[in-house]
């Protein structure tokens, strides 16, 4: 049965960590996985997050099996931080959402949704994209199209060209897009961008799925959600995946939810039971620990105001390394060549590289980044900047 699987070669992103740690030079710098890092390194527990812990491990009583859909109160706190007060209201019976193992959870329900409901369905996705987007939804059976997304040279988005391939798009096909802190560029779509892609969506009857991993990273909880709420408010059907692995720095517990737009009023209980049925087919119910943590902090009005605080430390940091990547890498002479850097947000940048470029600086420096040129900026810090600049510069 299984003797002609081979063995293959390690995830493009995740494999990085095992490198990271296995390499014995004291100057290593770690710029892989996408996690928050400290000063010094560490991706702790956030402060409201532990107080949240302490509390639940009083008042939890019980391991008991939660619902399909998650920990009560759980989506309905994400849907208030993501679609706010008025939007939520509004959609009101349109909106179905449920748990899921993360934001990876959220993207595989998704598709196994699009795939149950329509299999031809092609998924857009944005060139580049998340290196784990075609993958899963791959797994789900659907197919896929890029669209042009960045310009290498401007290190922003090609929005015209953008919309010139989704005019490529079928009706009825899903449109995949970054809510904010596009992963793998950091270009993000300014909000007259994000008006004239709705406009095409609606002109041509597509449909948007938001990917949204990092919300607070790039200007605030609301200013990063303002692109959901346009698309939410102008789409007849729309789909949100959420992640709360880097705001709530709640990695490994998988805390995510999946959010659909039905175009009836009264949409919600069928998206519902489809998805808690998907769930059930998969993996039964998602893990409760993360998703009471977070709805435990954003319940209690002291802890939610401590994580806000925590996340804008958060988001201060990296813009602020952002800055001085940019700086450095002038100062070794590289002119204009990274200065997008600066003014890219959430965690990640596309570096100008080649794949031979990323594994000399990988081989001679122990700088260890993906192979498409993506660094995590919340890996810097200021000694390893230094660093990190005269390392690259050497190679381009
Ligand atoms: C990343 O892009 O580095 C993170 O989202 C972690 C992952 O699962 O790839």
Not at 147 to 167: C, I, P, Q, T
Not at 353 to 365: G, I, M
């Amino acid at each position: 049965m299984f003797s002609h699987l081979t063995k293959l070669p390690a995830d493009p992103i995740l494999g990085l960590s095992a490198l990271f740690k296995a390499d014995p030079n004291p100057e290593k710098v770690d710029l892989g996985v996408g996690v928050y890092k400290t000063a010094d390194g560490r991706t702790p527990i956030l402060g409201a997050v532990e107080q949240a812990f302490v509390r639940l491990s009083k008042e939890e009583g019980s391991k008991v099996y939660i619902a399909p859909t998650g920990w009560p109160g759980f989506t309905e706190a994400c849907a208030e931080l993501v679609f706010g007060a008025d939007l939520r209201s509004d959609l009101g019976g349109q909106l179905g959402a449920i748990q899921t193992p993360g934001g990876c959870g959220a993207l595989r329900l998704a598709f196994e949704l699009i795939a149950l409901s329509k299999p031809e369905t092609t998924v857009w996705v944005s060139t580049p994209t998340w290196a784990n987007h075609v993958p899963t939804l791959a797994a789900a059976g659907l197919t896929h199209s890029p669209y042009a997304y960045y310009d290498h040279g401007s290190a922003s988005v090609d929005v015209d060209a953008m919309l010139n391939s989704l005019e490529g798009a079928a009706a009825g096909d899903v449109v995949l897009l970054h809510a904010c802190c596009h992963n793998p560029t950091g270009a993000d779509l300014s909000m007259s961008d994000w008006k004239r892609v709705a406009e095409l969506l609606q002109a041509r009857k597509l449909i948007p799925f938001l990917d949204m991993a990092y919300q607070g990273f790039a200007a605030g909880l609301s200013e990063d959600a303002l692109a959901v709420r346009q698309i939410f408010s102008s789409q007849p059907e729309a789909l949100l995946s959420y992640s709360c692995s880097k705001n709530f720095g709640l990695y490994r517990e998988r805390t995510g939810a999946l959010f659909v737009k039905g175009e009836q009023k009264d949409a919600k209980e069928a998206l519902v039971t489809n998805l808690a049925q998907l769930a059930r087919a998969n993996y039964s119910m998602p893990p409760a620990h993360g998703a009471a943590l977070a709805t435990t902090v954003l319940e209690d009005d002291e802890l939610r105001a401590s994580w806000i605080d925590e996340l804008g430390a958060m988001r201060s940091r990296v813009n602020g390394l952002r800055r001085s990547l940019a700086e450095a890498f002038k100062k070794e002479g590289c002119g204009d060549r990274f200065s997008g850097v600066a003014r890219q947000t959430g965690m990640f940048s596309l570096l100008s590289l080649t794949p031979e470029q990323v594994a000399v600086v990988q081989k001679d420096k122990s700088i260890y980044f993906p192979a498409n040129g993506r660094i995590n900026v919340a890996g810097l810090t200021d000694e390893n900047i230094p660093y990190v600049a005269k390392a690259i510069a050497s190679v381009v």
